[in-house]
Nanobody, 114 residues
């Protein structure tokens, strides 16, 4: 079954770091570009970063260089490393294919607050 499951969200203080994980089914991980998206309260979902099957990456310009995306080939997992987080990064973070075609999962909540 094709699926993606997000994890790793937490409450973190401003300036802190988090690493999110997106566990993918084998078929998705091997053949699809995977993106991270986020949705803050009262705002539309926005694209954050993507990684292709070759490892080619792209991150939204406003989030560079604080955000990095990577693949763990052994675990079929895509990670989003987020550093120096301000409160404005508070959002629910989701992963999906690029373009998104799977049903959206529950996401993982990132809250940046002191």
């Amino acid at each position: 079954q094709e699926r993606l499951v997000e994890s790793g969200g937490d409450l973190v203080q401003p300036g802190g770091s988090l690493r999110l994980s997106c566990a993918a089914s084998d078929d998705i991980f091997r053949h699809k570009t995977i993106s991270w998206y986020r949705q803050a309260p009262g705002r539309e979902r926005e694209w954050v970063a993507l990684i292709g099957t070759s490892g080619l990456t792209n991150v939204a310009s406003a989030l560079r260089p604080r955000f990095r995306i990577s693949r763990d080939e052994a675990k079929n997992t895509v990670h989003l490393q987020m550093n120096n987080l301000p409160v404005e990064d508070t959002a629910a973070y989701y992963c999906n294919t690029e373009p998104p075609f799977l049903p959206w999962g529950q996401g993982t909540q990132v809250t940046v607050s002191s």
